[in-house]
């Protein structure tokens, strides 16, 4: 068309009807977004670069300061006093553990039991897809203090199991892999049948690997969920040196009897950000197939 | 080297449905023997329990002279290909063909040397490292087939595999299948909705409806001697004509009399398109049936042309060599020889 106005210089591959300054527009609301999201993070950075004087001292300066190392190096080994001298390397073992664990556990028992359910007949079955399904309209908070009681009676208090196990059921990734496991045509089920694969070969030869990009979205998902759990490793851990990084977060901003020391807690701050942030990225090219591509 | 032998096999489902209604069929060994029928007549049910992949609920159905009723498919040594191929979508071409070897603990040497021999008479040694979503429908169609090869089984069970393809790739893979079959020698069992497939393929044609075998026989044994009017309608293209006659069978449905000597309990004649001519005022041999008939539609295919025509109270095909000089209304005179009538009872069963 003759009358079209000629697309702005270097973007020739605008989306119709889209003008330069809707393009100029779009940016800005991205650029402000990114802004908003990340300039916390930053400060936190910067915050933890500096002395616990200077922090405390506004206004807090805007570029890092000269303290990286030895703010972090008594983070990881030196043991934060107010913890009662656990060090930031203990709660990232404990958490890193608890959250792999029911990440990983989640996604072993919630798999299984979609396989049970979409490929095998036995009586009750619907039965026991409904008692998971329900199992979705009871959040851990309702059920927490009977919880509480049987990890008390089991000796489970202050230990990984005692953090992992309670979570580790997932009624909304079983109906995940449920729903995936009914896509795969009958034909590719008995096609393994003839050529002689059992249950178990089945399963690991054939639907574990058409199920990987669904187990790494569901696993960064997961990874993050047992990351930031909260309620729960606070009720079940007692001794210091088993908190995961979250709770020692709290306990360190929380100390009544002196002042807190925000160079370390902004340290470790940055501690409980990272991990997650690693999980997303390295896994974001499997993380976003998995929840949009479905394998042909 | 093996005999499929199923002897009143039924299948009922749980809700009633009977899907099977006792079928008896004995396939000699290395014969490749085609199931045909329209959908829902219970092809694909009797194929499954050869496989075993449906439980036969009575009736027994042995393989090589074993009953193998109770039998899972692995160790009934059979291989099958599917309609959709089923190929495994992560697996590379070698490792879908490899896959059935591998769980029955062949060597690995011996994996590779059959694999790649397979793929050699297949056409598809250069595509052994190439998984399915990259390859052709056809290309598809040959690593299922490689697939069933490789294993060298007792039994190859074929459901509807050309359905998926274009019309000229079926009818390559048609002769393909044909070739492959008599050089390995393999009992076949093949399902088909497609009659062409079912008379090319077959060496011997079962034509089931409803759930029961209408006829056995040899593909051109069937397109002589239809047992039924089903058979005579399946079989062919186009179908048989089949007209209703009344009166003791002296008439055609408009009244206008056969002139012909009707067996006993006759209520059908039918005769095919290709046996039928064209014919001028002329005589015709002596027991010739004659209908005079106004042209429909004419349909040229190239070779030769089918006329659609209203005759004796119903419509008629007749097949006429190269192309047709008549017309949409034109009215003719059908003729077709005693030898190639066909008569039907009340039962639609041949007489």
């Known amino acids: 068309m003759a009358d079209r106005k000629a697309p702005a210089s270097g973007h020739d591959k605008l989306m119709i009807g889209q003008s330069a300054t809707g393009i100029y527009i779009a940016h800005a609301v991205l650029i402000l977004g990114i802004l908003v999201v990340a300039f916390p993070i930053y400060y936190t950075f910067v915050a933890s670069t500096h002395t616990l004087q200077t922090i405390l001292r506004p206004p807090l300066p805007l570029l890092p300061g000269g303290k990286f190392f030895a703010n972090y190096t008594e983070a990881l080994f030196g043991g934060v006093g107010r913890i009662g001298g656990v060090g930031v390397g203990t709660l990232l073992f404990n958490t890193t553990v608890m959250a792999l664990g029911i990440a990983i556990g989640k996604i072993a028992i919630s798999i299984l039991s979609a396989y049970a359910i979409v490929f095998f007949r036995f009586p009750l079955r619907m039965t026991f897809f409904w008692l998971i399904f329900i199992t979705l309209m009871l959040p851990v908070e309702v059920r927490i203090l009977p919880t509480y009681k049987v990890m008390v009676d089991f000796g489970l208090i202050d230990t990984y199991a005692g953090l992992i196990l309670p979570l580790i059921a997932s009624a909304t990734a079983t109906l995940l892999f449920r729903q995936f496991f009914m896509t795969i045509p009958g034909e590719l089920v008995e096609a393994a049948r003839v050529d002689g694969a059992g249950p178990w070969r089945f399963f690991f030869d054939i639907l574990l690997p058409l199920s990987r990009t669904n187990i790494a979205a569901l696993f960064v998902i997961l990874f993050i969920y047992g990351w930031t759990q909260y309620l729960w490793p606070l009720l079940v851990t007692n001794r210091n040196d088993m908190n995961t990084i979250v709770i020692a977060l709290k306990k360190m901003v929380s100390f009544a009897d002196a002042d807190t020391q925000w160079h370390l807690v902004m340290v470790t701050a940055m501690f409980a950000i990272v991990p997650p942030i690693l999980v997303v990225v390295l896994m974001q090219r499997w993380f976003v197939r998995g929840l949009v591509e479905s394998e042909k | ?351």
């Open chain 2, 1 to 351: 080297m093996a005999t499929v032998d199923l002897k009143d096999v039924k299948k009922v489902y749980a809700g009633g449905v009977e899907a099977v209604k006792g079928v008896s069929i004995a396939i000699p060994d290395k014969a490749l023997c085609v199931l045909v029928g329209p959908s829902g007549c219970g092809k694909s049910t009797l194929l499954r329990m050869i496989a075993g992949l449906e439980a036969i609920s009575s009736g027994t159905c042995s393989i090589d002279g074993r009953k193998v009723n109770e039998i899972g498919p692995t160790e009934r040594d059979i291989a099958m290909v599917f309609q959709n191929y089923a190929l495994y979508p992560h697996m590379k071409v070698y490792d879908n063909m490899a896959y059935g070897l591998r769980n029955r603990g062949t060597p690995k040497d011996e994996i590779d040397r059959r694999v790649k021999e397979v793929a050699e008479t297949l056409e598809l040694s250069h595509l052994l490292d190439r998984r399915p979503r990259e390859l052709s429908g056809g290309q598809r169609q040959r690593v299922a087939m490689g697939r069933a090869i490789v294993r060298s089984p007792k039994v190859f069970l074929f459901d509807e595999p050309l359905s998926n393809l274009d019309a000229k790739l079926r009818g390559q893979m048609r002769v393909e299948i044909k070739n492959l079959q008599r050089s390995l020698g393999v009992t076949s069992v093949y399902v088909t909705h497609d009659q062409l497939e079912a008379m090319t393929l077959a060496d011997m044609l079962v034509v089931m409806n409803a759930g029961l075998v209408e006829q056995i026989g040899a593909p051109l044994d069937v397109y002589e001697k239809p047992a039924s009017t089903f058979v005579a309608s399946f079989i062919g293209a186009p179908p048989m004509n089949l007209l209703p006659l009344i009166g003791d069978g002296t008439s055609f449905a408009d009244g206008s009399a056969t002139g012909l000597a009707t067996p006993a309990k006759a209520v059908t004649i039918g005769f095919r398109p290709e046996d039928a001519d064209v014919a001028a005022n002329g005589e015709v041999p002596a027991g010739s049936v004659t209908l005079p008939a106004t042209v429909q539609a004419v349909e040229p295919v190239g070779a030769e042309s089918f006329l659609h025509c209203a005759a004796a109270g119903g419509s008629i095909v007749v097949r006429v060599a190269g192309r047709a000089t008549a017309q949409p209304g034109d009215n003719l005179r059908v003729v077709a020889t005693a030898e190639s009538l066909h008569w039907f009872d009340q039962a639609g069963k041949r007489i």
